[in-house]
T-cell receptor
């Protein structure tokens, strides 16, 4: 009964490179959420996806960031031309999509370091 | 615009005593509240939740209380154990129709330390 899987666990990029973060939801879960935790802060919502659909991307920076959840395969959070301020822990969560009262379960996170 | 607030950055209690962690919210559309526990370098682990139609939910040593009129919730851990030492986050979500639908809004977290 695997939980939410994220890879890689640690990712180091130089400024200007691209970062790709992957998330496989729990079995039976069709809703995926991405959150970011900057140092000394709480988790901030970025984007909410269902299979092949972006439901809410109100927390995503307008430029360089994109997310997808294809019909097959994991959800991907992509950061183009990374900058030092992108260094953070990125957490993915999944839920069964019950509407109100839907509990989200989190993965272990990907720690991105931009040099 | 901090819609969920945990005003105590840290809390220290003795093993065996009660730990009470507090959380306040401002968005009246929130109808589901959750507590997560987080260790360093790990993802948040779900602990307990409560729907806005209830005022109390209990699971083993953990009890969550919700006071809707005060827009306040609390997590009680009794008895506290050293293994409970972690950062505790409260989070809230709203049902369909609101801008907070689906996504969780988190507080800043409270560091709980339980001394043996």
């Amino acid at each position: 009964n695997a939980g939410v899987m994220q890879n890689p666990r640690h990712l180091v990029r130089r400024r200007g490179q691209e970062a790709r973060l992957r998330c496989s939801p729990m079995k039976g879960h069709s809703h995926v959420y991405w959150y970011r935790q900057l140092p000394e802060e709480g988790l901030k919502f970025m984007v909410y996806l269902q299979k092949e659909n972006i439901i809410d991307e109100s927390g995503m920076p307008k430029e360089r960031f994109s997310a997808e959840f294809p019909k097959e395969g994991p959800s991907i959070l992509r950061i183009q031309q990374v900058v030092r301020g992108d260094s953070a822990a990125y957490f993915c969560a999944s839920s069964p999509g019950l509407g109100s009262g839907d509990t989200q379960y989190f993965g272990p996170g990907t720690r991105l370091t931009v040099l | 615009d901090q819609q969920v607030k945990q005003n105590s950055p840290s809390l220290s209690v003795q093993e065996g005593r009660i730990s009470i962690l507090n959380c306040d919210y401002t968005n009246s559309m929130f109808d589901y509240f959750l507590w997560y526990k987080k260790y360093p370098a790990e993802g948040p682990t779900f602990l307990i939740s409560i729907s806005s139609i209830k005022d109390k939910n209990e699971d083993g040593r953990f009890t969550v209380f919700l006071n809707k009129s005060a827009k306040h919730l609390s997590l009680h851990i009794v008895p506290s154990q050293p293994g409970d030492s972690a950062v505790y986050f409260c989070a809230a979500s709203a049902g369909a129709g609101g801008t907070s639908y689906g996504k969780l809004t988190f507080g800043q977290g409270t560091i709980l330390t339980v001394h043996p």
